[in-house]
């Protein structure tokens, strides 16, 4: 058990649809990043917030948002979903940028 | 840029045999590296971490990596393959260049042969 926990473990949903995955980082870490992890397109970075403020922005598309709130939970918000999105989302948490990251066990987002 | 490199989407061993999988990275300055193995439907999970000390790494379930400057690696080994090992390998990095942002590998796909 990494620390970091995830909601929900798996999630269907039709296009177009909106949905919001949640992650609570490793107790005193202030990195939280989102992974979408793919069969064709592998493990992509999509978003890093440093103690509330976005620090990095990888591969997200602009349907897709999201916030490190106070408590320093994340919410990473999709928008009109597309077949192509389904994948596996992963949160991470590190105690400073740069240092290891732990992951947590993810959200399988499934979109019919 | 950063970049790290994998050498070797696949590689298969046999039990008992040595595993060898292959990272290069590209840094102007030593950074911070790192391995992780993903079992299927897992997250990734921290295996060992280079963060300027000793050169040798141990981490866990016996795998140990070697980071070498000169030739800008630092390749997982393990001297004896299980069949628990079978799983995909990632290898990262950050460095103070890039503000700390991590980067990983492609990832490598590791069967171990009964």
């Known amino acids: 058990d990494s620390g970091v926990t995830q909601t929900p473990k798996h999630l269907i949903t039709a296009t177009g649809q909106r949905v919001t995955l949640r992650c609570s980082p490793r107790?005193?870490?202030?990195?939280v990043y989102w992974y979408q992890q793919s069969l064709d397109q592998g493990l992509q970075f999509l978003i890093q917030?440093?103690?509330?403020?976005?620090?990095a922005k990888g591969n997200i598309l602009e349907r897709f948002s999201a916030q490190q709130f106070p408590d320093l939970h994340s919410e990473l918000n999709l928008s009109s979903l597309e077949l192509g999105d389904s994948a596996l989302y992963f949160c991470?948490?590190?105690?400073?940028?740069?240092?290891?990251?732990?992951f947590g066990p993810g959200t399988r987002l499934t979109v019919t | 840029a950063q970049s790290v490199t994998q050498l070797g989407s696949h590689v298969s061993v046999s039990e008992g045999a040595l595993v060898l999988l292959r990272c290069n990275y590209s840094?102007?300055?030593?950074?911070?590296l790192f391995w992780y193995v993903q079992y299927p439907n897992q997250g990734l999970q921290l295996l060992l971490k280079?963060?300027?000390?000793?050169?040798l790494v141990k981490g866990i379930n016996g795998f140990e990596a070697e980071f070498k400057k000169s030739e800008t690696s630092f390749h997982l080994t393990k001297p004896s393959a299980h069949m628990s090992d079978a799983a995909e390998y990632f290898c990262?990095?950050?460095?103070?260049?890039?503000?700390?942002?991590?980067?990983f590998g492609t990832g490598t796909s590791l069967t171990v042969i009964p």
């Open positions: 991470a948490s590190s105690a400073r940028p740069g240092f290891e990251q732990y």
């Open positions: 107790s005193g870490d202030l990195s």
């Open positions: 917030y440093y103690n509330g403020e976005e620090r």
């Open positions: 840094s102007s300055v030593p950074p911070y």
């Open positions: 280079y963060t300027s000390a000793a050169t």
């Open positions: 990262a990095v950050s460095d103070s260049n890039t503000g700390n942002q991590f980067y």
